[in-house]
């Protein structure tokens, strides 16, 4: 049982490159969601998901795109790539029955 | 702002003691809170959870203690180990969960042997 999935693990990007990331999960969550994390601060809610084809902005949507065509899906997009996404990107989900979410591994992006 | 943070980024202790890592929230309609713990490298792992109806819940090893009144929750980690260096965070959430967890910026606990 793998539970999250991230991939890439790392990657550097110059300024308005694009790219995806991607989350799978083999839990059968109908919940997900894509933080980032900073240095010295806590995780931040990019997007978010309840459901297939469902999306919807959390507290930092601007410049990611998100997409969840299947159930254990989950794409994080970033269009045209700035030295202000230099960050690590975790993905999680959850039971929509419970609050607990479970994280991957995390994405480390650079972008130059 | 955040509307959960720690009062102390650090925490040093020596192997076998207790330790007691501290959060303040602000939301006072959050009613669900969760720790979590974050290794060097890895993503957060769950710890413990408490809902906002109670004042304490025990694990393994592990309580947390929930302060309604002047909105505080506590980690207090037993007979602390090496394994259990990492960086700590609570997080809260309000209604059904879905919009996801509001996360504090994290405590960095260190085991002194």
């Known amino acids: 049982n793998a539970g999250v999935t991230q991939t890439p693990k790392f990657r550097v990007l110059k300024t308005g490159q694009s790219m995806t990331l991607l989350c799978a999960q083999d839990m059968n969550h109908e919940y997900m969601y894509w933080y980032r994390q900073d240095p010295g601060m806590g995780l931040r809610l990019i997007h978010y998901s309840v459901g297939e084809g469902t999306t919807a902005k959390g507290e930092v949507p601007d410049g990611y795109n998100v997409s969840r065509l299947k159930k254990q899906n989950f794409l994080l997009g970033l269009e045209s790539a700035a030295p202000s996404q230099t960050s690590v990107y975790f993905c999680a989900s959850s039971y929509a029955s419970s609050y607990i979410q479970y994280f991957g591994a995390g994405t480390r992006l650079s972008v130059l | 702002g955040e509307s959960v943070g720690l009062h102390l980024p650090t925490l040093s202790v020596q192997e076998g003691d207790n330790s007691i890592i501290n959060c303040a929230y602000s939301n006072s309609a959050s009613d669900y809170f969760i720790w979590y713990k974050q290794e060097s490298g890895k993503g957060p792992q769950f710890i413990i959870d408490?809902?906002?109806?109670?004042d304490k819940r025990q694990g393994q090893r592990v309580t947390v203690l929930l302060n309604k009144t002047v909105k505080h929750l506590s980690l207090q980690i037993a007979a602390t180990q090496p394994g259990d260096s990492a960086v700590y965070f609570c997080?809260?959430?309000?209604?059904?969960?879905?919009?996801?967890?509001?996360f504090g910026k994290g405590t960095h606990l260190i085991i002194q042997p």
């Open positions: 408490i809902r906002s109806n109670m």
């Open positions: 997080a809260e959430t309000t209604g059904g969960g879905a919009d996801g967890l509001t």
